[in-house]
């Protein structure tokens, strides 16, 4: 996803793709962060928008940038973790909008094995 030289910074998330039409925001890291891109790409080409985010770090996660993107895509937001859902990217995701109004998170994490 990144060219090797690609700068990151500790708390500071990044939008690796976005269009003005999106209309979800996917929130991924690692394996989940390069399938969601490759999901964005094929609900492109049917005409589903969605904004894909990584967040680089869950501690500390960037707020602002997670509730500036979710307003953008109507405050519907998905994560997707590979590993289960308690104490992950989901659960610090739905902290950073608890204050937040009309906002719907929907976690998809590995529920058993």
Known sequence: IYKNDEQFQIGKAKIVKQSANDQVLVIGAGVT???????????????????VMDPFTIKPL???????HSAACGGRVVTVEDHYPEGGLGDAVLASLATVRNTVVKKLAVNAV
């Open 62 to 68: 960037d707020w602002a940038a997670v509730q500036n």
């Open 33 to 51: 962060l390069y399938e969601a891109v490759k999901a964005a790409e094929q609900l492109a080409a049917t005409g589903v928008n969605i904004r």
